[in-house]
Nanobody
Framework: QVQLVESGGGLVQAGGSLRLSCAAS????????MGWLRQAPGKEREFVAV????????YYTSSVKGRFTISRDNARNTVYLQMNSLKPEDTAVYYC??????????????WGQGTQVTVSS
């Protein structure tokens, strides 16, 4: 069982930056791939980024590639999402999620409660 708590969301102007954090508790954090996903109002939840259990591999959806960076600190049981050059279309509730598989979809086993990111134009 893994419990996940996101933080770091907020309101930012277009072109600005935010860093999201996700603190994990439970067993064997370093055994799980960690993902960030988001859900905008009226839209389905979508994949944003994933990092492998060791941190050696990452993958991004095309709309955030070059602007967002996912990283993890296994000693601190924390995964991060650095978001730069934010656009209004990045506005969504952002969720971190954990799974033993490195998924690029939304079928993760464990989810946080989400944190709101709002980008104003």
């Amino acid at each position: 069982q893994v419990q996940l708590v996101e933080s770091g969301g907020g309101l930012v102007q277009a072109g600005g930056s935010l860093r999201l954090s996700c603190a994990a508790s439970g067993r064997a954090f370093s055994s799980y791939a960690m993902g960030w996903l988001r859900q905008a109002p009226g839209k389905e939840r979508e994949f944003v980024a994933v990092i492998s259990a060791s941190g050696g591999n990452t993958y991004y959806t095309s709309s955030v590639k070059g602007r967002f960076t996912i990283s993890r600190d296994n000693a601190r049981n924390t995964v991060y999402l650095q978001m730069n050059s934010l656009k209004p279309e990045d506005t969504a509730v952002y969720y971190c999620a954990a799974d033993r598989r490195m998924l690029v979809g939304v079928g993760y086993d464990y989810w946080g409660q989400g944190t709101q990111v709002t980008v104003s134009s």
